[in-house]
């Protein structure tokens, strides 16, 4: 069994974009849309801004009232996508019930969408067009490539259906060209004889959002496994109450795996380390044109 680490690839890549943002006179700005405070979603932006420090990107944090209306919402979108010293916007997802969360995604300018959740930027991806790719689809590519793992004919088995992570993670290894030519599977809860499909898999992408779903029978001995999942159990035994778990169950998982991401420190980082790629592309962009 091989560990892919997650930190160590995204402090790469890291270093790499700080490096490049160092030589601008300017420097690219992104700002964080938060709805409410879903401690998830307050730790997951917090490393955000944190992450962007680091690097050398401005960021700015809006917190917004969870009783917002949509049209509020799409006013203050609209207020970001207009102001020319903001290149990125990321609007942290989940938003409360009440909004209609693509409607939101999609009125983000697509020019500055870091997150890759515009229905054109989605649509460019399914062209295979340069585009923004959401955060943690690339950082699946971004893992795959640096590991120098073989997609070119390999059984891809995409584990959850979602338009952030399993869409676009499987358009990606589809696409024609290096790290892709993948032969893919998408499954989702309502696959029957999930894991036959599974099994199948020469890489498996987990990203289905059930803790320790994939057990060692539904994973190929030499499987590539990719745990895309971050699943808060709880445990008595933690101060927080909690630990962070993945869609695999780990232990007994890795064992069979030729590489296995683990949770925390697999793809988590990556994600955050693809948002800072983005943000930078999204600046050098506004620059050149
Ligand atoms: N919530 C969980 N993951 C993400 C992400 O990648 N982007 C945004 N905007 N919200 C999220």
Request: proline share 6%; net charge positive.
């Amino acid at each position: 069994m091989n560990l892919i680490d997650g930190n160590n690839i995204a402090e790469s890549v890291i270093n790499e974009l700080k490096e490049i943002v160092s030589l601008q006179v300017e420097k690219p700005c992104v700002a964080f849309v938060r709805v409410g405070n879903d401690p998830a979603s307050v730790s997951y932006v917090r490393k955000k801004e944190k992450t962007a420090e680091k690097v050398g990107i401005l960021s700015k944090l809006y917190v917004l009232p969870n009783s917002i209306s949509e049209n509020d919402l799409l006013e203050r979108i609209s207020e970001l996508n207009n102001d020319r010293t903001v290149h990125g916007i990321l609007v942290q997802a989940p938003l409360p019930h009440h909004i209609n969360a693509r409607c939101i995604f999609n009125h983000v300018a697509p020019s500055k969408d870091v997150d890759g959740f515009h229905a054109e930027n989605l649509g460019k991806l399914c062209q295979e067009e340069e585009t923004f790719i959401s955060c943690t689809p690339a950082g699946i590519s971004e893992l795959i490539k640096r590991k120098k793992i073989e997609t070119e004919g390999k059984h891809v088995v995409i584990v959850g259906r979602s338009l952030i992570v399993g869409k676009p993670a499987g358009m990606l290894f589809l696409k024609k060209g290096i790290n892709g030519n993948s032969t893919v599977t998408f499954c989702h809860s309502r696959t029957p004889n999930l894991p036959e499909i599974t099994r199948q898999a020469d890489i498996v992408v987990a990203a289905i959002g059930k803790p320790l779903f994939i057990k060692p029978e539904m994973v190929k001995t030499g499987a590539v496994v990719i745990d895309v999942g971050i699943n808060r159990i709880s445990d008595p035994s933690k101060k927080s109450g909690f630990r962070l778990v993945g869609d695999v169950d780990f232990e007994k998982v890795a064992p069979k795996c030729k590489f296995i991401t683990p949770v925390p420190g697999g793809v988590g980082p990556m994600t955050v380390a693809m948002l800072m790629s983005n943000t930078v592309q999204a600046f050098l962009k506004s620059r050149s044109s």
